[in-house]
């Protein structure tokens, strides 16, 4: 359970420049250990509101690449915290506001960092989401809406308000093709801890 008040704001370009800042401390620091990575989540969304935390992908083949990229991303502030219940999605996090540590003694902006393995069910179901959602400005804007009535009702629930998202989230991804077993499987993941 999340202490912090759940905020939706407007969208604002400043999340896209805070992921290419990001992006690249990643792609230089890690080099050829990935093979991608992708600003997913609202943020990643012209004109969708979203809470204020930018959600980040980084892409590896296999886990056999994921210890080396550990051990960069160690060095960079952050501690790993395994796949928190989603397979193929390692959850990373920041050691201080200056994670990524650039050397720079820069204070970043708040953002959630992810090693996925390509082709795993989380990072096609971020793609898919964030595809959709770039394409189609109404539902986006819908979603948006739903977010925003969510945080209101749920300010202090986290769980609550994920889960009141998930019906939304996985009628997209349905339209979108994702089968039926990776559906059941997210909605099972957002399920609120009663």
């Not at 359970?1 to 400043?14: A, F, L």
């Not at 550990?70 to 395994?82: E, F, S």
Request: glycine share 10%.
């Amino acid at each position: 359970m999340e202490n912090r008040t759940i905020t939706v704001v407007p969208y604002t370009t400043e999340w896209a420049h805070t992921f290419e800042q990001l992006a690249g401390i990643y792609r230089a620091q890690l080099g050829q250990l990935i093979t991608g990575v992708e600003h997913v989540g609202s943020t990643s969304v012209p004109g969708l509101a979203a809470k204020p935390i930018i959600d980040i992908d980084i892409l590896i083949k296999e886990p056999a690449g994921l210890s080396p990229v550990v051990a960069v991303l160690d060095q960079l502030g952050y501690t790993w915290r395994g796949d928190l219940g989603i397979p193929g999605r390692e959850a990373f996090g920041r050691n201080t506001d200056t994670t990524p540590l650039d050397g720079n003694g820069t204070s970043w902006p708040a953002h959630n960092l992810y090693v996925c393995i390509e082709g795993c069910v989380s990072l096609k179901n971020h793609l898919q989401l964030r595809d959709y959602l770039r394409q189609h400005p109404d539902t986006a804007r819908q979603y948006g809406t739903l977010k925003q009535e969510l945080a209101v009702k749920y300010p202090h629930d986290i769980d609550s308000y994920v889960e009141g998202k998930t019906a939304f989230i996985t009628g997209i991804l349905a339209h979108t093709g994702m089968e039926e077993d990776a559906l059941k499987n997210i909605t099972a993941q957002n399920k609120a801890a009663k």
